[in-house]
């Protein structure tokens, strides 16, 4: 994941916009964020390794929730649409996220890099990962785990702090 302050000094001119958005929401969260690990697989695209990403719950055929992941390869004003959808996990019977905040030590159930804060213009340091799937015979299987992010801080290269 990454942010970045290079905006044009024309904000109405602003055509892509780094975020890291974390909302809770039942029975899954969701999160939206850049990063750089988009896949290039031809040559003659005009492409490169960041994209936009989502994981968040949507409605199964039967009634229950998948857990899904979101990719564009083009960062637009927009981190939160477009792109193709793919099908992680079906039928979850929960997907709840948490972020470290770094400075604090604190964890909190949602992280927005949109606010107009200081807080805000840096990503957590780690998130945690409940997911809880259901099983057609037999009881539910829990998972979780954390995943640490290496750059906190947002990109800004040649832009004065």
Do not use: C
């Not at 044009?8 to 909302?23: I, M, N, S």
């Not at 998130?127 to 947002?154: D, H, Y």
């Amino acid at each position: 994941a990454f942010i970045s302050l290079h905006e044009p000094l024309d904000t109405q001119l602003t055509t892509r916009k780094t975020a890291f958005v974390g909302r809770t929401d039942r029975p899954a969260d969701r999160l939206d964020f850049t990063s750089f690990s988009h896949l290039r697989i031809s040559a003659e695209t005009h492409e490169s390794d960041q994209n936009e990403l989502s994981y968040f719950g949507a409605p199964s055929p039967n009634g229950g929730t998948d857990l899904v992941r979101r990719e564009s390869k083009y960062i637009d004003a927009d981190p939160q649409h477009g792109g193709v959808v793919q099908v992680l996990a079906e039928d979850i019977q929960l997907f709840k996220l948490e972020y470290l905040d770094g400075v604090s030590g604190q964890w909190n159930s949602s992280w927005d890099t949109t606010q107009l804060d200081l807080a805000s213009l840096r990503l957590p340091a780690q998130v945690r990962i409940e997911l809880i799937m259901n099983r057609a015979n037999g009881p539910a299987i829990p998972f979780v785990t954390k995943v640490s992010i290496p750059m906190q801080a947002p990109l800004s290269f040649g832009v004065p702090r």
